[in-house]
């Protein structure tokens, strides 16, 4: 019995993090969160002498949180509210999502009200929308999906009036699923979307309200569905805050690896 | 002497060890049911969470475990009959029926089926089985295809099983058959598959419980919807799936909920090897 005492201090002690390090918290949105946490792993393997503590709770938290001074930096993934101009925010990348469809399907356009109705299930028929005589079989994201979270916003809906007929993981698994069914329609990254069909993957991203969906329309603000990623801070950073925030912005592989758009 | 200290060092380390490995079960069952408790403590009704409603939104506080639950049994029982209808014969087939050279050729090919990950199995489902499927219904993703991958993974391990028990064997009884000048469909039909039976709750009890937890090769072949099944066409939501679809992102009673399925998972592979075990000394004890 000792020894697995022994054991089981000695393992303790090794996860305890050391006590000398500064450290930063930053608190807020869960779909910043996976990608600060991938950056911050980086960020702390080359400054031994710093820590950093990612905590989650909703873009409101880390308005709050910074406001407060509880965190140094807030994590928010919408655009600021005029209320909210006291704080300083630092765009660290873009979201956007595409509908996207199988490339057998002749349907070319969709209007937004085609879309919310046929993921409504008010529509059920690609006859319906112009296309052929074949059921509709509508792929959704899984709950706590930020993906999930910003299409109900712009569609002004809530998960349980969607009516699905499969429900998806991450992005790849949408690919897969709806390049295994013809007449389906789902909703994934642009940044996936764009990188499967270059490699031959047969889907085709649908233009939202007039404007075709891409990396590009989604960096120039043109495009709807997306939104931006920002820190929040409530003044102005110095010191290692400062460093870290650069330091996040530039990480362009890490970002693109997590399918948001890096801002330039 | 020596070799006494010696047995006595074994007795100790391998004391320790299991010592260990108890603790690490140990650690894992109460991480598990003290989260489970904090959920089921934040619930107003309990019952309300195996009530027969078919609602799982829980970013709007809706948790109803019932269709989870009978989708992986029901995934887990079919993949097993389906098993148990093609892994007997089978494996009786290769170790009766082949000449030697294709018997081996079969072990080696069982054994290294034995050893492809389960992601591969999912990848395999949904990029031949699930459009296959969509020839016969307008929806690839449904129970059907997860019975059908699940069988597929589990084949090899229950031909491995299988083929250990006709190992264990005496030797003289291929001799005692065929000196008896019983032909090979009598040998099998009257001798081999009587006492393969025997062991059969072992083989079957792996298998349904391997079944039920299989996560990643069910998650991308099932369609995962929250919905009792009502033909073999309905997709489904299995526990171990829901885990896997929304852990990454849930936080609080989300997150506590995910663990609760986590802890049904548990209580149910326990409760069917405690079950299996007292049905298979019951059968056993018959046969005998």
């Known amino acids: 019995m000792n020894s697995i005492l022994v054991f089981s201090l000695c393992i303790l002690v090794s996860w305890s993090p050391s006590f000398a390090a500064e450290k930063i918290l930053l608190t807020g949105s869960s779909t910043v969160a996976p990608l600060i946490d991938e950056i911050a792993k980086q960020f702390e393997s080359q400054n031994k002498n710093i820590r950093i503590d990612i905590q989650t709770g909703g873009s409101t938290r880390g308005i709050i949180d910074a406001r407060r001074g509880v965190s140094q930096i807030g994590m928010v993934s919408r655009k600021l509210k005029v209320n909210e101009a006291d704080l300083l925010k630092f765009t660290i990348a873009l979201d956007g999502i595409g509908i996207i469809l199988h490339t057998d399907n002749p349907v070319r356009e969709l209007s937004k009200q085609q879309i919310l109705a046929i993921f409504k299930g008010e529509i059920t028929k690609w006859s319906e929308v112009g296309g052929p005589d074949q059921r509709i079989i509508v792929v959704n994201k899984a709950q706590g999906r930020s993906t999930l979270e910003l299409f109900l916003k712009y569609f002004k809906t809530k998960s349980s009036s969607i009516k699905s007929h499969v429900i998806i993981g991450d992005n790849e698994q949408g690919i897969k699923t709806i390049s295994a069914h013809p007449w389906s329609i789902g909703y994934v990254s642009i940044g996936t979307a764009e990188f499967n069909i270059a490699n031959g993957t047969p889907i085709k991203i649908l233009d939202l309200e007039g404007v075709k969906a891409s990396v590009e329309n989604v960096r120039s603000g043109l495009y709807p569905l997306s939104r931006p990623l920002n820190f929040v801070t409530s003044k102005q950073p110095i010191g290692p805050i400062k460093e870290f925030i650069d330091y996040a912005r530039n990480r362009k592989e890490i970002i693109k690896g997590q399918y948001f758009v890096p801002i330039n | ?288």
């Not at chain 2, 006494?4 to 074994?10: M, N, P, R, S, V």
């Not at chain 2, 009502?230 to 489904?236: A, C, E, K, N």
Request: charged share 10%; hydrophobic share 55%.
């Open chain 2, 1 to 288: 002497m020596f070799p006494l200290i010696k047995d006595k060092l074994f007795l100790i380390v391998s004391f320790l060890i299991s010592l260990i490995a108890v603790f690490i079960i140990g650690s894992i069952v109460f991480y598990i049911f003290s989260e489970s408790y904090s959920f089921y403590g934040s619930q107003s009704s309990v019952l309300d969470l195996f009530s027969f409603k078919e609602s799982w939104y829980p970013l709007e506080g809706e948790f109803q475990f019932m269709p989870l639950i009978v989708a992986s049994f029901i995934l887990g029982g079919g993949a097993t009959f389906l098993l148990l209808i093609f892994s007997v014969p089978y494996t009786l087939g290769q170790n009766f029926l082949l000449s030697k050279r294709l018997k081996k050729a079969g072990d080696l090919l069982i054994s290294l089926a034995n050893a492809i990950p389960s992601v591969v199995y999912g990848f395999w489902g949904i990029t031949l089985v699930v459009p296959f499927i969509t020839k016969f219904n307008f929806l690839g993703t449904n129970l059907l295809s997860g019975i059908i991958v699940l069988t597929f993974m589990l084949f090899p391990t229950a031909v491995l099983l299988i083929t250990r028990v006709i190992y264990s064997w005496p030797k003289d009884i291929h001799q005692n058959c065929i000196s008896l000048g019983l032909s090979s469909e009598t040998r099998i039909f009257k001798i081999y598959l009587p006492l393969i039976f025997k062991e059969l709750p072992t083989v079957l009890l792996l298998s349904f419980t391997r079944a039920i937890g299989e996560t990643i090769a069910v998650v991308m072949v099932t369609g995962n919807i929250v919905k009792f099944p009502t033909g073999i066409f309905s997709p489904v939501r299995a526990l171990t799936s829901n885990i896997a679809l929304e852990m990454a992102y849930a936080t609080g009673t989300h997150r506590s909920a995910l663990l609760f399925s986590g802890g049904l998972i548990l209580v149910i592979i326990f409760s069917t090897m405690i079950i299996f075990k007292g049905v298979g000394h019951v059968l056993v004890k018959k046969s005998v």
